[in-house]
């Protein structure tokens, strides 16, 4: 494993923000330099006009890589998008704009994406969901592996955290890191050399 420290401000004044932090990860630029400040949780149209020049989604579809974002989006989160009532978050926008389909309840409950904890729980306990998968940690570490191998490039937010950490409780964090620790060791254990890079980065 490489351990690389970073500045998560960018040389940008202030906190750091989700929208222009996953900027800078999927483009590759510096968008709270670009655009000024750090911007969030959504991107702003100026965020958004720095992440139409192009994405490593986009540049990968377009050399004719097969990409996804593997997270799964619950029935009322594209009821609010199509609403109008919130946009589109940095990375569900960016794989849209590449061609990328995103994931619904469907292919979460046919095992073909996950969910935002990984575990599956968050379906259940904050959604209302009662018959969607839930997964241990080494279930839900095989289910990410396996996933990653139908793509040339796969990616998923895991937001849990932020939420957490904005709404929760000291005790709720612990637990939600514990669970991202254990899931994270099972995948390194099962990681192997010819499987490609496997990254862990944080958006802000």
Do not use: K
Request: proline share 5%; hydrophobic share 40%; with cysteine.
């Amino acid at each position: 494993a490489s351990v690389v420290p970073a500045d998560a401000c960018l040389g940008v004044p202030h906190y750091p923000q989700s929208a222009t932090g996953q900027g800078a990860i999927i483009t590759g630029r510096n968008v709270p330099s670009i655009v000024g400040r750090h911007v969030g949780p959504r991107p702003t149209r100026e965020v958004r006009n720095v992440l139409s020049g192009g994405s490593l989604f986009s540049e990968l579809t377009e050399s004719g890589r097969r990409c996804a974002l593997l997270a799964a989006y619950p029935r009322q989160y594209f009821e609010a998008i199509e609403s109008g009532r919130v946009i589109l978050s940095t990375l569900p926008y960016t794989a849209v704009r590449a061609g990328i389909p995103l994931f619904t309840e469907r292919e979460f409950r046919e095992g073909r994406a996950m969910s935002a904890d990984l575990s599956g729980t968050g379906w259940y306990t904050r959604l209302g969901y009662t018959d969607t998968p839930v997964y241990s940690p080494e279930e839900a570490a095989w289910l990410l592996y396996s996933l990653s191998r139908d793509y040339d490039f796969s990616l998923i937010e895991h937001w849990a955290t932020d939420y957490i950490g904005h709404r929760g409780t000291a005790e709720e964090a612990a637990a939600q890191l514990e669970l991202l620790d254990r899931i994270v060791g099972f995948l390194i254990d099962i990681w192997g050399e010819d499987d490609g890079l496997f990254i862990l980065c944080s958006d802000h």
